[in-house]
C-alpha cells in the first residue's frame, strides 16, 4: 500500500487505493491457503469465495476509476480540501490504515484457516450460500449502475431502476451482507465468534463515515432535490419494499 500511495501521489489520485484494498484480501486469502494448518477442502473453499469477490470487486473498481485515471473523485477531493496543505502526508497515513484494516477485516479468514476439524459443518455452508447471494447480489446493482450512467441521457439523473428502485447503496448492503456471510462460516470454527468483528465495522463504516454519508452528501451536492425526492421514496440501505 506504501507503493500505492507512491503512484497516487504521482498521479494525484487516492481512489486508486479502493482498487488495491479490495485486492489486499485475495493475497491474505493465498497466503492463508499456503501456510495455515487448516482443513484442505475447507480452505479451498474459504479461499475460492475471497478470491472470486475480491477480484470481481477490484476489477469493477479498477474499470470505473482507470476511466478517469487523472481526475480524482469528488469524495478525495473533499477530503484533501479538509485537510488543507498537510493532505499528503496524512494520504499516505491513511493508505497504510487501509492495509491495517486489510488484515483486521481478515480475522475471518484467519480463524477459519486455522481450523483443523476435517468436517465441513452445515453452517459453513450456510455461510458460502449467503455469499453466494451477497456478491451476485452486489455484481447486479453495480452492473445496474453502471448501465444507467453509459445512458448519456441519464446524466445529471437519479439512478432508481432495478435494485435501486428499492434502496439507495443495495451494492453496500450487499458487501456487508458478504462479511456477514464470512462471520457465519467461521462461527464453527474454535474462537469464531470473535469474526463478528469484520461485519461490524464493515457496518459502521457504511453507515458512519465513509461509505452512505460522503456518498449522500455528494449526490446531495450534484443532484439536489432529485435525490431528496429520491430519499423520500426509498431505503436508505436495505433492498426492501419501496416507500409510498
Same mark, same amino acid.
Given at each position: 500500500?506504501?507503493?500505492?500511495?507512491?503512484?497516487?501521489?504521482?498521479?494525484?489520485?487516492?481512489?486508486?487505493?479502493?482498487?488495491?484494498?479490495?485486492?489486499?484480501?485475495?493475497?491474505?486469502?493465498?497466503?492463508? @491457503?499456503?501456510?495455515?494448518?487448516?482443513?484442505?477442502?475447507?480452505?479451498?473453499?474459504?479461499?475460492?469465495?475471497?478470491?472470486?469477490?475480491?477480484?470481481?470487486?477490484?476489477?469493477?473498481?479498477?474499470?470505473?476509476?482507470?476511466?478517469?485515471?487523472?481526475?480524482?473523485?469528488?469524495?478525495?477531493?473533499?477530503?484533501?480540501?479538509?485537510?488543507?496543505?498537510?493532505?499528503?502526508?496524512?494520504?499516505?497515513?491513511?493508505?497504510?490504515?487501509?492495509?491495517?484494516?486489510?488484515?483486521?477485516?481478515?480475522?475471518?479468514?484467519?480463524?477459519?484457516?486455522?481450523?483443523?476439524?476435517?468436517?465441513?459443518?452445515?453452517?459453513?455452508?450456510?455461510?458460502?450460500?449467503?455469499?453466494?447471494?451477497?456478491?451476485?447480489?452486489?455484481?447486479?446493482?453495480?452492473?445496474?449502475?453502471?448501465?444507467?450512467?453509459?445512458?448519456?441521457?441519464?446524466?445529471?439523473?437519479?439512478?432508481?431502476?432495478?435494485?435501486?428502485?428499492?434502496?439507495?447503496?443495495?451494492?453496500?448492503?450487499?458487501?456487508?451482507?458478504?462479511?456477514?456471510?464470512?462471520? %457465519?462460516?467461521?462461527?464453527?470454527?474454535?474462537?469464531?465468534?470473535?469474526?463478528?468483528?469484520?461485519?461490524? %465495522?464493515?457496518? @459502521?463504516?457504511?453507515?458512519?463515515?465513509?461509505?452512505?454519508?460522503?456518498?449522500?452528501?455528494?449526490?446531495?451536492?450534484?443532484?439536489?432535490?432529485?435525490?431528496?425526492?429520491?430519499?423520500?421514496?426509498?431505503?436508505?440501505?436495505?433492498?426492501?419494499?419501496?416507500?409510498?
Amino acid at each position: 500500500m506504501f507503493l500505492v500511495w507512491l503512484w497516487s501521489y504521482k498521479i494525484k489520485n487516492a481512489g486508486v487505493v479502493d482498487i488495491f484494498w479490495s485486492y489486499n484480501f485475495p493475497v491474505i486469502a493465498i497466503i492463508l @491457503f499456503l501456510f495455515a494448518p487448516g482443513f484442505e477442502p475447507r480452505k479451498i473453499l474459504l479461499c475460492s469465495m475471497v478470491v472470486i469477490a475480491g477480484l470481481r470487486l477490484g476489477t469493477h473498481l479498477a474499470i470505473r476509476i482507470f476511466k478517469h485515471l487523472h481526475e480524482e473523485e469528488p469524495r478525495y477531493k473533499q477530503i484533501r480540501e479538509d485537510w488543507g496543505k498537510n493532505a499528503e502526508p496524512k494520504m499516505a497515513g491513511f493508505f497504510q490504515m487501509q492495509a491495517a484494516s486489510n488484515v483486521l477485516l481478515a480475522i475471518p479468514f484467519f480463524i477459519s484457516a486455522m481450523n483443523t476439524n476435517p468436517v465441513i459443518s452445515p453452517l459453513e455452508y450456510a455461510g458460502a450460500i449467503l455469499w453466494a447471494i451477497s456478491v451476485l447480489g452486489e455484481a447486479i446493482a453495480d452492473q445496474q449502475l453502471a448501465n444507467f450512467k453509459k445512458n448519456a441521457a441519464n446524466k445529471g439523473k437519479v439512478c432508481d431502476t432495478g435494485l435501486w428502485n428499492y434502496s439507495r447503496h443495495p451494492n453496500y448492503f450487499f458487501e456487508w451482507l458478504m462479511w456477514f456471510s464470512y462471520f %457465519i462460516f467461521a462461527l464453527t470454527s474454535p474462537y469464531g465468534y470473535i469474526a463478528i468483528i469484520s461485519p461490524a %465495522i464493515i457496518l @459502521f463504516l457504511l453507515l458512519k463515515v465513509t461509505g452512505i454519508p460522503t456518498t449522500e452528501q455528494q449526490s446531495l451536492k450534484t443532484k439536489g432535490d432529485a435525490y431528496r425526492a429520491y430519499q423520500k421514496s426509498t431505503s436508505v440501505f436495505v433492498p426492501w419494499f419501496k416507500k409510498g
